[in-house]
């Protein structure tokens, strides 16, 4: 490795930093760049987008999946398909520590989860911020929401109408059968209809935003980063993995990149992470970021001592209801209502979810009672190369009260909707079989104060103790939002990005 001098001073640009030692430590393969970023999900293609506004800055967008079609998400809940589109991969995973391992799927290519996902679009509650550090308060993000999204439905000072993401709710008049006679049962059990369900975070029942037109799915990969891809200052490279992130004096100076058996050092100004709550963590701890008696046990050198890497991982458990489904009509979304209330939210999934997406989980139908506000407390560790996970559920007493409550309330809707109740006393055993995990892994990076023990990133999204790196994607929230985290993640992203490039969403 070239000893590349000292790292730039605060008033030395980094894209002339870069490029003064570029011709030493770039690859010609993959050339280097001011502002590398790895992982091309909902966080990294906002964030790749906004860094190449000023055409001064180059630009390099790493993601270790395919490409896909830029430009086309597919249908709601629907897999993409076609050569080069994303997909979804599998992690082994524990729910809880005396159940046998499992697999989780998470999306990867260019789009990420963001490309596959249901395209449910649910801001956190303002009551969430008071977790986040004092420059994340409700009032902060609240311009950050608007600034991301066009809400086609929905006129208001707290909605955006010119923002890249469009955000629309399915009619009541055209819900599935499924969807409308849930709705109706769950105003019998007295929760109130909610109109807009970004609007704060009241309980009640209501149609989902979702972040699609007409029945397909718009992610930040085909608003955000479609209408600039062929800037001269962009490269998109797939296909290829990160493998750690590399310092000189606790400064980045590039990436090692491994394309197939081929490895590359590339030449980097400043990294941005946005690789997600579960291959983030695994990039840093590679580089040398982390607890240190892990690392030596790894055999990485120890960069720069944060515990927290890999730990704090919030989600929500979820417990999957079956139910008596009804035929579907083409172009059905996976999830049109859903419920919030005394802490969980329902998702009446309109099929089973093997009927959207092949192969992701079970072919019943089934309401998910999920807790928004767990107790549970996982990691996310690398074994023999691979991420695994170990969410850590069910230790709660109270999770457990909660879970029963919900699934309680869930299989009375049911019964009052006449779609079929599951047999058997909802109680601690009838959880456990039916236990799942929403996969809104978040936290495994948190970010938060210097004083912080266990924070990895500081509010800019700066990791500590290095200088260059920043990470940018769910990893970083303080905590799993008490909704599902997607347009959290993206408004994250959008800050963080003005923060770093000074561009706007």
């Not at 809104?440 to 500081?458: K, L, Q, Y």
Request: glycine content about 14%.
């Amino acid at each position: 490795m070239p000893d590349c001098g000292a790292a730039p001073s605060s008033s030395e640009p980094s894209g002339r930093w870069c490029r003064a030692f570029a011709r030493d430590l770039q690859s010609a393969v993959i050339p280097g760049a001011d502002v590398v970023v790895i992982g091309a999900g909902s966080a990294g293609c906002l964030v790749a987008a906004r860094a190449s506004d000023d055409p001064a800055r180059t630009v390099l967008l790493l993601e270790s999946g395919p490409a896909g079609p830029l430009g086309s998400d597919g249908e709601i809940g629907v897999l993409p398909v076609g050569p080069g589109a994303a997909r979804a991969v599998e992690y082994p995973a524990r729910l809880m520590r005396d159940r046998s391992p499992t697999v989780v799927r998470r999306g990867t290519g260019v789009g990420g989860s963001g490309a596959i996902n249901g395209a449910y679009f649910v801001r956190a509650p303002d009551a969430d911020f008071a977790a986040w550090p004092a420059t994340w308060t409700a009032r902060d993000v609240a311009p950050w929401f608007r600034r991301i999204e066009r809400d086609l439905d929905v006129s208001s000072p707290r909605h955006g109408d010119a923002g890249p993401i469009p955000v629309s709710r399915v009619p009541l008049h055209d819900l599935a059968p499924v969807s409308a006679r849930f709705l109706a049962a769950a105003a019998d059990t007295g929760m109130p209809y909610v109109a807009d369900m970004n609007d704060g975070g009241r309980d009640g029942v209501g149609t989902v935003p979702m972040n699609a037109v007409n029945g397909v799915r718009v992610s930040t990969s085909s608003a955000c980063l479609a209408p600039v891809a062929g800037r001269p200052n962009l490269t998109v490279r797939t296909g290829v993995r990160v493998d750690r992130i590399l310092f000189q004096r606790n400064r980045v100076h590039g990436v090692v990149v491994r394309d197939g058996e081929a490895e590359y050092v590339v030449a980097a100004g400043e990294v941005v992470l946005c690789a997600g709550a579960v291959e983030s963590p695994l990039a840093l701890t590679r580089s040398g970021i982390g607890e240190p008696e892990t690392l030596r046990g790894s055999g990485f050198p120890v960069v720069t001592d944060l515990p927290g890497v890999g730990s704090g991982l919030s989600d929500h458990p979820e417990v999957l209801v079956p139910y008596a489904a009804d035929g579907l009509r083409p172009g059905t979304a996976l999830l049109e209502v859903c419920g919030e209330w005394h802490g969980y939210e329902m998702r009446p999934y309109t099929a089973g979810f093997d009927r959207f997406i092949p192969g992701s989980g079970p072919g019943d139908a089934c309401v998910g009672v999920s807790l928004m506000a767990s107790d549970a407390r996982g990691v996310v560790r690398s074994s023999g190369g691979r991420a695994v996970i170990e969410y850590d559920y069910l230790r709660s007493a109270r999770d457990r009260q909660r879970l029963r409550e919900g699934a309680a309330h869930a299989v009375e809707i049911l019964r009052r909707a006449g779609l079929g109740v599951p047999p058997g006393p909802v109680d601690d055993t009838w959880v456990r079989e039916r236990l799942a995990t929403s996969q809104h892994a978040s936290g495994t990076c948190r970010m938060g104060e210097a004083g912080d023990p266990h924070a990895v990133v500081d509010p800019a999204g700066k990791v500590h103790g290095v200088d260059g790196l920043h990470v940018v994607d769910g990893s970083i929230l303080p905590v799993v939002p008490s909704r599902g985290p997607h347009a959290t993640v993206v408004m994250v992203a959008a800050r963080l990005a003005e923060s770093l490039f000074g561009a706007g969403a």
